[in-house]
């Protein structure tokens, strides 16, 4: 087993927009990034106690961990947490290309190890995982998730890490107000009772739960997620409004409420941070506590929009 439990904030950081960043984009998110407002970000969330990043070797191909390295610079390695990920479809033919991916992510971050090492999907449980035991054993990677992982996929997973001694400690699946598969499909509830990590990403639907887009403001023309979102903004607005309703007695907007619910039900949420400002965002969140009434009425809202936010990549639940 890894020495050390893995200890986690109560929000974790996502940078997949910040492989968007520059004229390199690949046109994700369609966000103006800069070096200097990323900066910005990071100086905040670190000095506010939210220092878990996640990251892809993937996500801009290289560039989120680049430029995510570039902000976290000066800090100590001890100050933060990297969480990144082995894609299976981008896996080279080497007799190792576990090994390899991770190699290049170290590189590209400029660190000797990474606090969590993710399978981004289950696409090759069987023949991926294996290769995460000699990484564990080397100390390169401290702690294992999964991503995208069905019920039986998570436990395959555990179980080729468990004959070595390790096990999956966390789970990486998309999980928002809109978007609940895993709680149906009873994964919440087993990692609770296995005392494993599960961890939301897409609370905010990628901008369109914030409140901050709407028919009249939609999502960045050009960008894969206004031609995901923008049609569905107009039944998204009944869940957003009531969002702001109920963040206005705690001086927060819609975006902070969703964040709150999250961390109501007992996950920790990955948000996508572009700008310093969401920082505070994520401080109000924390100090959220939501009543079970509010939590109930929101799914109903959620659910009565009738929209299907499943990214492109997710396997079914
Ligand atoms: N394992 C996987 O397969 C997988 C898949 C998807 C995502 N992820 C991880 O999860 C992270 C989060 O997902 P995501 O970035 O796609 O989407 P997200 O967190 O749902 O949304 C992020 C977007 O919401 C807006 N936003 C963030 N905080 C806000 C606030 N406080 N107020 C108003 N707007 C706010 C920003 O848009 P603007 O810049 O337009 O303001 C930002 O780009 C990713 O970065 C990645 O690390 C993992």
Redesign the pocket.
Known sequence: MTDKALTVPAVAL????WGDSGEAGDGI?G?RLSEPGLREVVEKAQSNGFTLW???AV?GMGRSETVLAKALKGYDRGEYQLST?FTPQAAGDSDDPVGDMLEQSLERMGTDHVDLY?I??PRGVARWTPLLIPLLRSGKVKHVGV??HDMQQIALADQILGEAGFRVEAV?N?F?LLYRASERAGILEYCREHDVRFFS???????A??G??GPANP??EGSNRAEVYNGMLPRLQALTDRMGAIGEDRGA?A??VA?AWAIAKGTTP??????A??ID??VRARGIELAEEEITELEALADAANVDTR?W??PDM
């Open positions: 996502g940078t997949w927009a998110f966000s996640d990251t892809a996500y990920k993710w981004h999907n991503s995208n990486q998309h928002s990403y897409m609370v905010l639907e990628q901008g739960l914030t901050r887009y999502l960045p907007p975006a902070d964040t990955i948000i996508g941070v572009t700008k400002a969401y965002g994520l990214g990549w997710e």
